[in-house]
C-alpha cells in the first residue's frame, strides 16, 4: 500500500523541520507543495529526501493541495494524507487514520479534535465557538453529520481523492471537501486526533483566526456554491 | 446649462475613447455599437430630460431623473457581477497554470534522471 502525505505549505520555515522529521521517521512518499514562500521553507525541505513541487505564484491553500493530490495520483497512491505544515498535528495520528482505507472499510477518514475527550478542552474559547458553529453550518450545507468540519488531517483513498473536484483556491476548500463527499457518496468516518496549539499555529489557521478572516472565507464559499 | 456642457464633452470624450479601441481592434462591432447607444442615451437625457419623465411615468416612477438612477444602477450591479465571474475565471486558469508548471517541472526531471539512466545502460552495454 502506497501512503502519500500532502503537506501544502507556505512560509512554514520555522516548523517545516519539525514537521518532516516527524513524517520522515514513519514515511516514504511526502510530498510538500511550496506555494511561492518568501522564506527558506524550500531550502529546509530540501535537505529532507522527499518530493518538493513549487507555485511559481501564491495560489492559497486549496490550489496547492490539489496541486499535491494531482501528483500522489499520477503516482498511483493508494492513500493520499492532507497534512498542515504548521506542526499542529502529528505522525503518530496518521497511522490511525489511514487503517480503516487500508481496511477497505470507507473511502474517507477525517481528522477529529472534538472525539478526543482530553483534548477538546485544550481548544481555545473563539476557535471552539466558530468550529462548533461551523459543525451546524455543514450540517445543512454539507449535509454530513460531523463533529469537526476545519480539520486539515484528512486521509483519502485513490478513488475518493479522484473524484473529490477542489475548486476553492483559498481557505473555503475545506467545506468544499465536505460537499463533494456528500455529493459523490463517498464513505466516510471520523477518527480522534490530537491538534496542538501554539502560538506559532494560532497566527495561522483561516477562519478560525479572527472574525473578519471567518467571514471571507464564508462570503468566497457560498459564491462559489452560487457560481456552480 | 453648465452641466449639459461639462456631461457632453465628458461623453464626447469617452466616444472618442470607444472609438480608437474600436479601431485597434480591441473592441468588437457590437460593443462598439452597445457603447455608443450608452453614450448617445447619457446626452440625449441631458440635453431634453422631459422625455425620462415620460418613459419614467410609463413604468410608474415619478421622476424621470429618478427612473435614470435606478437603471443605472441595476445595469452597474449586473456589470459587477459580469466581471467577478470574469475575475473568478482568470483566477482559477491561473491556478492551473501553476499548477501545470509546478507539476511538469517535476515529471520531467524524473524523466530526464530516466532517460539518463538508461542511456548509460545503453553506453555500457554497448
Given at each position: 500500500m502506497d501512503i502519500f502525505i500532502v503537506i501544502p505549505a507556505y512560509n512554514e520555515e520555522k516548523v517545516i523541520r519539525g514537521v518532516l522529521i516527524d513524517l520522515r521517521n514513519n514515511f516514504k512518499n511526502i510530498i510538500i507543495i511550496d506555494d511561492a514562500s518568501d522564506d527558506k521553507t524550500v531550502q529546509i525541505a530540501e535537505q529532507f529526501d522527499i518530493l518538493v513541487l513549487r507555485h511559481l505564484i501564491n495560489r492559497g491553500q486549496g490550489a496547492a493541495l490539489k496541486t499535491g493530490i494531482m501528483y500522489a495520483l499520477n503516482q498511483k497512491a493508494d492513500v493520499i494524507v492532507t497534512f498542515d505544515a504548521?506542526?499542529?498535528?502529528?505522525?503518530?495520528d496518521v497511522k490511525n487514520l489511514v487503517k480503516p482505507i487500508i481496511d477497505g472499510q470507507v473511502e474517507v477518514v477525517l481528522g477529529s479534535r472534538f472525539l478526543n475527550n482530553d483534548q477538546s478542552s485544550n481548544i481555545p474559547v473563539y476557535r471552539k465557538i466558530i468550529l462548533k458553529l461551523a459543525v451546524i453550518f455543514t450540517k445543512f450545507s454539507s449535509k454530513l453529520n460531523i463533529t469537526d468540519t476545519h480539520n486539515g488531517l484528512r486521509a483519502l483513498s485513490f478513488k475518493a481523492a479522484s473524484k473529490i473536484e477542489l475548486k476553492q483556491d483559498r481557505m473555503a476548500h475545506g467545506s468544499e471537501i465536505l460537499d463533494e463527499i456528500y455529493k459523490n457518496k463517498l464513505s466516510y468516518i471520523e477518527v480522534p486526533v490530537n491538534i496542538t496549539y501554539t502560538n506559532y499555529s494560532m497566527t495561522k489557521g483561516g477562519a478560525n483566526q479572527n472574525p473578519s478572516a471567518f467571514m471571507k472565507i464564508l462570503f468566497k464559499y457560498l459564491l462559489g456554491r452560487f457560481i456552480k | 446649462m453648465i452641466i449639459k456642457i461639462l456631461v457632453s464633452i465628458f461623453v464626447l470624450f469617452a466616444v472618442s475613447r470607444v472609438y480608437l479601441r474600436y479601431r485597434d481592434g480591441s473592441v468588437r462591432v457590437i460593443a462598439f455599437i452597445v457603447w455608443l447607444l450608452l453614450w448617445g442615451g447619457i446626452a440625449f437625457f441631458v440635453w431634453w430630460p422631459k422625455f425620462s419623465d415620460i418613459i419614467a411615468s410609463g413604468v410608474g416612477i415619478g421622476r424621470g431623473i429618478d427612473a435614470l438612477v435606478y437603471i443605472s444602477i441595476v445595469a452597474l450591479f449586473y456589470a459587477m457581477f459580469r466581471v467577478y465571474i470574469k475575475l473568478e475565471f482568470i483566477e482559477h486558469e491561473i491556478t492551473s497554470l501553476v499548477r501545470n508548471l509546478a507539476l511538469s517541472d517535476k515529471l520531467n526531471k524524473i524523466k530526464d534522471k530516466r532517460d539518463n539512466e538508461n542511456e548509460k545502460k545503453d553506453i555500457s552495454s554497448n
Open positions: 504548521d506542526s499542529q498535528h502529528h505522525a503518530e | -
